[in-house]
């Protein structure tokens, strides 16, 4: 895939996501055009800054950040400023984090929906709370009355949640690794948590190499043998011809024995799925007993885009976001039965019952998170699937427990008010919160235990993290506030604010202890928990790297904080009292960010953090290590480190107190390695590439051989 196409693939993550959004806050702007009563000029006027408002804010969470669903309400009359400048006086001095936002986490237990009848109110509801009136009351009625007669009473709220794992252990090298029957050592995905892994676009087992190449659209099955690499087999991912009426993207693959999964989202807008979700998970098994024939054995579906996997001793775990877009544009009324989640094997469709969907009453989505889960030696079936009414954007797993998380816009307007001195202005109130919804993974069970809402937003799934019986997790927390002064022709004064938190939760989700006003108007650019410490970086100009004792749950605190050049956008744990940083340097004046730089950070004691050793690599301006940490190569037993830059492949080795840039690896076909993996087998080191495996060797880098995709 060539650079651009990468960039603009990562810029768009969620742009689907960002659709939904855009149609409610043009339903919330018709409103507040209602109220102002003023002429049509002016709702226009007032329109645009605010969308232009909600977009900076946007932005300032961090690039392809998905927030969630605007809600109106009303603020409360204050006493009127004098002028523009008093006006805007509150925001500043209120650090802007008491507008309507949390302070803590906001609990609550979820319940099962006990019955369609139940679910079609509880979503007509949402409807008319998100600004949203008659467009599926007559579908909602029709729905109910033929579901009523079977459907269970309301079930009662759950139980305590179950308790959480009391440790999670951190090792040297959070890649996975394995060694096969004949002793050789291999490494695999980079993951978050030992004994979880991820799905991703390569695997290996130590022997065969599996490669998923969009360009040739196909999975390559390679015997990894050194110089005498070479593809045994290959399987054609579907593709629509051009009398098909389906879309279908393959994500990512996860390896489990001899069953090989492959993920993605399929769309399909044919007349047999008119006015229903046309947008399904799969999951093709494949069968490799025989690795040079691969056989598919079973298809499974569920409901929703594809957003994450993961694999904890032979149970895969498959998260899908499933969006009603038909509640929102008008389509006729159609039963709630028929937007039920559900679940295919093969050709086999099974709604969810009304206790296998849970409700998380802090979130104002209408969509579902449908999470299910497969015994991954065979694959054969569902274990259990469970749907979420609430949105889906990031994904932690610690092995025992899921957490689901997901950003939800606030935007309050206040009435017409008028300052001292007669002058006519409204107020627009507006920032983000994360919406946390825990299940439990016990048995091949999947179960809900929890739910809460906290101020602020997650950079992605390093944000959060389960030791010793409590979530931990780091927020961004922006808030900005507009004021329209409304006499003669529209004028405005925007401000906004940021910091960022900490909060430490039980296994209910309750805030038993924080650390906020951290980095005013700055972002969380990285994070890493490791026990009873966490890293996290903060940027503006220069890179404060925190670290925060956490061994005291309810009284957790700062122990150092370090003020270096640029950012580090990926943190990684690097043996005994190291911790590797992979960003940017910048501009200490301006804040511009230059090359990209590795630093090695000496961690020994968590009250002094120094930055030990750096380099800054004078030929590479970027890396897409900030959007996706599967990029990065880590071996700590050898010091290397390994991720792609710009059009090429670095390798680099930690010794002494020094980076060496060891590799510049480079591609020889039309396709760049924005996008490729490192991986080891014994002494042979492999980049897997698009169109490419370069075979190099694991000490020296020379390259040994070539293997083209085709």
């Not at 679940?343 to 469709?349: A, G, P, S």
């Not at 003669?488 to 039980?506: H, K, M, P, Q, R």
Request: with cysteine; glycine share 8%; proline share 4%.
């Amino acid at each position: 895939m060539l650079k651009d196409a990468y960039r603009k693939k990562m810029d768009s993550v969620h742009v689907r996501d960002g659709l939904l959004d855009e149609m409610k806050m043009e339903s919330v702007q018709r409103s507040r055009d209602e109220r102002a009563k003023k002429d049509r000029r002016r709702g226009w006027m007032i329109a645009i800054p605010t969308f232009a408002a909600a977009a900076a804010a946007c932005i300032a969470i961090f690039v392809g950040v998905n927030v969630g669903k605007k809600e109106e309400s009303r603020i409360a009359s204050a006493e009127a400023p004098a002028d523009a400048a008093i006006a805007s006086e509150s925001m500043q001095e209120s650090k802007g984090f008491l507008l309507g936002q949390p302070k803590s986490a906001e609990v609550s237990v979820p319940t099962t929906v006990g019955s369609y009848e139940e679910l079609g109110r509880i979503m007509e509801e949402r409807m008319v709370r998100n600004g949203y009136s008659g467009v599926a009351n007559g579908g909602v009625d029709m729905a109910v009355a033929e579901d009523a007669a079977e459907a269970p009473a309301a079930a009662e709220p759950m139980e305590a949640p179950a308790p959480m794992p009391q440790t999670n252990t951190v090792t040297e090298s959070v890649s996975m690794k394995g060694s096969d029957e004949s002793g050789r050592r291999y490494s695999g995905t980079n993951v978050q948590v030992e004994g979880v892994d991820e799905a991703d676009i390569v695997k290996t087992d130590g022997t065969w190499i599996y490669a998923m190449s969009r360009s040739q659209n196909k999975i390559y099955i390679l015997a990894a043998e050194g110089k005498d690499t070479k593809t045994v087999s290959t399987i054609k991912l579907r593709e629509p011809s051009e009398k098909d009426t389906f879309w279908r993207y393959y994500s990512e693959m996860m390896l489990c024995g001899d069953r090989l999964y492959l993920l993605g989202t399929h769309n399909d807008w044919s007349e047999k799925v008119k006015d229903q979700d046309r947008t399904n998970t799969f999951a093709e098994v494949y069968d490799l007993g025989d690795r040079t024939a691969p056989k598919l054995v079973t298809t499974h579906k569920q409901q929703g885009d594809y957003r994450t996997a993961r694999l904890v001793d032979g149970m895969l775990v498959i998260v899908s976001d499933y969006r009603l877009w038909q509640w929102y544009f008008g389509v006729d009324p159609i039963p709630v039965r028929e937007y039920v989640p559900k679940v295919v094997t093969n050709d086999k469709e099974t709604p969810l019952a009304p206790d296998d969907i849970y409700v998380n009453p802090e979130s104002k989505e209408n969509g579902f998170t449908v999470v299910t889960t497969i015994n991954a030696l065979d694959g054969k079936e569902f274990d259990s699937h469970k749907a979420v009414l609430g949105g889906c954007n990031t994904v932690y797993c610690s092995g025992t427990d899921l957490l689901i998380a997901a950003q939800e816009w606030r935007s309050e307007q206040s009435e017409e008010q008028t300052d001292a001195n007669g002058k006519h202005f409204v107020k627009i109130l507006s920032g983000a919160d994360t919406n946390l919804f825990r299940f439990t993974l016990i048995d091949g069970k999947v179960e809900a235990a929890a739910s809460a809402k906290i101020p602020g937003t997650l950079l992605n799934q390093f944000s959060m993290d389960a030791y010793n019986g409590y979530y931990r997790v780091v927020v961004t927390r922006s808030e900005s506030e507009e004021t329209i002064w409304t006499d003669g022709i529209d004028t405005y004064e925007w401000n906004s604010s940021s910091d960022c938190a900490l909060f430490v939760l039980d296994g209910s989700l309750n805030t038993v202890g924080r650390i906020e006003d951290l980095a005013k108007d700055e972002r969380v650019q990285s994070v890493r928990f490791m026990g009873d410490t966490a890293y996290f970086v903060t940027f503006r100009q220069v890179d404060p790297l925190f670290s925060a004792d956490l061994s005291d749950p309810e009284n957790p605190k700062i122990l150092s904080t370090l003020k270096i050049p640029g950012f580090s956008a990926y943190l990684h744990p690097f043996g005994e009292g190291k911790l590797l940083g992979i960003g940017y340097d910048a501009d200490e004046e301006r804040g511009w960010t230059e090359n990209v730089k590795l630093s090695m950070f000496d961690i020994s004691d968590p009250a002094d953090v120094k930055e030990a050793f750096k380099l800054s690599v004078k030929d590479a301006n970027w890396t897409s290590v900030q959007y996706n940490h599967k990029i990065v190569f880590v071996d700590v037993e050898t010091g290397t480190v390994a991720f792609p830059a710009d059009d090429v492949y670095l390798v680099f080795r930690a010794e002494g107190d020094a980076f060496k840039q060891i590799g510049t690896i480079r591609t020889e076909s039309e396709y760049w390695l924005g996008d490729a993996r490192g991986l080891f087998i014994d002494d042979v080191f492999y980049v897997v590439g698009d169109s490419e495996v370069i075979v190099l060797s694991f000490e020296t880098m020379e390259k040994i051989a070539t293997i083209k995709l085709k």
